[in-house]
């Protein structure tokens, strides 16, 4: 008999093209009337656009969130929205705009909309993240988690094929760990095999045919997914790995989670048979590791840390910096073997 705990923090999700045109209606909904739109500065155009449609519910827009979420940026937007006397939290864009509006959250407990851009899936956890001191620290609150989420497919139209598919891997990190998470329940493994069915077949039309609305639709359907099961669940390895050489060596977020992710279940493969077995039948191959790494390959995706950034003398410090702390995984953690896998994903090496 199984036994579990099934706690889920719910957000309210208004998906498909054109949700953005409900923005008004579900700012009033929260009972809000004074929104501060927040983007990165790339997508001030996109927070220009949600401003426009809030009419005179928009208190200005703060369009200066960067990745990682600096202490110094959360405490200058924290001001900026005291001072324009804001209600309500808009965060348009990817896991860094929403990781700014939750360090909003996190002082006042006033909500945030989340209209996610990308397929990161921070809009669906009430996990936020502070960087101080070059230390990216973590944490859970229940007041950072989005209260309503607008999933409008076409805002990822901008959003190029290499970026689609290493953010749409990260994705698809989410719910292979969740599968195999110490504290995995049925709810979130079914959550987490649909999103990997949903992600891997629609990523590659996306790099194929970036114009196509169905794949994008099919896409951040499976982004919300991923991201429901990382804010339920606990993650291990490999994003112990991902957050180790993000932080450190300060490589691309998602790029880190493409080329390390089938290293990981490697890793495991043995450890976490039903999950690792359950992933592959997600995805529709007979190796989970090594169908991950084809997939990534098939999005022109990185495979290997040697192209994003990391260096072969870091690989020592990164595998002791994974290995020092104790955390769950299936299998255990050694120094040794984390060396190999870091090897392994450095040269870029199909698993098997
Ligand atoms: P991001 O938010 O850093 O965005 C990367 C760049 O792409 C930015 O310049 C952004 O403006 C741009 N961009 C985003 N959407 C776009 C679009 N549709 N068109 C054109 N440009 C677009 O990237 P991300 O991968 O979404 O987020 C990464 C960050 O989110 C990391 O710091 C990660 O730790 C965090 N994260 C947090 C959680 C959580 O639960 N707290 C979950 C996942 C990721």
Redesign the pocket.
């Known amino acids: 008999m199984r036994t579990f705990v099934y706690d889920q923090p719910a957000s309210r999700v208004i998906f498909g093209l054109g949700s953005l045109d409900r923005l008004p209606e579900e700012v009033k909904r929260l009972g809000a009337s004074r929104a501060i739109v927040l983007?990165?500065p790339?997508?001030r155009t996109?927070a220009e656009e949600a401003a426009k449609r809030l009419g005179d519910m928009s208190a200005g827009i703060y369009p200066q969130?960067v990745?990682?979420?600096p202490i110094e940026t959360a405490r200058a937007a924290r001001a900026a929205a005291k001072d324009l006397g804001a209600d309500c939290y808009v965060a348009i864009?990817?896991?860094?705009?929403?990781?700014l509006g939750?360090a909003i959250a996190l002082e006042t407990g006033m909500p945030i909309v989340a209209v996610?851009?990308?397929?990161?899936?921070?809009e669906?956890?009430p996990?936020?993240?502070l960087t101080e001191g070059g230390v990216?620290k973590?944490g859970r609150d229940r007041r950072v988690l989005p209260r309503t989420v607008l999933y409008d497919p076409k805002?990822?139209?901008?959003?190029?094929g290499k970026?689609a598919g290493p953010?749409g891997m990260?994705a698809i990190a989410?719910c292979v760990e969740g599968l195999y998470a110490q504290d995995a329940n049925p709810i979130m493994a079914l959550l987490a095999a649909e999103g990997i069915r949903a992600l891997s077949r629609s990523l590659p039309v996306i790099v194929q045919e970036p114009r196509n609305l169905e794949a994008r639709s099919d896409a951040m359907y499976g982004a919300w997914l991923a991201?429901t099961v990382?804010?339920n669940v606990g993650m291990a390895l490999h994003h112990k790995l991902c957050h180790t050489l993000?932080g450190t060596f300060n490589l691309p977020?998602?790029e880190t989670h493409t080329v390390v992710l089938p290293h990981a279940v490697e890793f495991n493969r043995h450890a976490a048979v039903d999950a690792i077995w359950a992933a592959a039948a997600a995805l529709g191959v007979n190796d989970a590791a090594q169908g991950l790494y084809d997939l990534a390959s098939r999005l022109g995706a990185p495979l290997a840390l040697k192209d994003i950034g990391m260096s072969a003398d870091g690989l020592d410090r990164a595998a002791r910096l994974a290995t020092e702390n104790p955390y769950y995984n299936p299998r255990p953690i050694e120094y040794g073997g984390i060396r190999q896998l870091l090897e392994n994903a450095f040269w870029g090496k199909r698993p098997g």
């Open positions: 983007s990165t790339e997508q996109d969130a990745m990682h979420v864009g990817g896991g860094s705009t929403i990781g939750k996610p851009t990308t397929f990161a899936g921070s669906m956890t996990i936020y993240g990216k973590t805002l990822t139209l901008t959003l190029p970026i953010s990260n989410h991201g990382l804010g993000g977020h998602a």
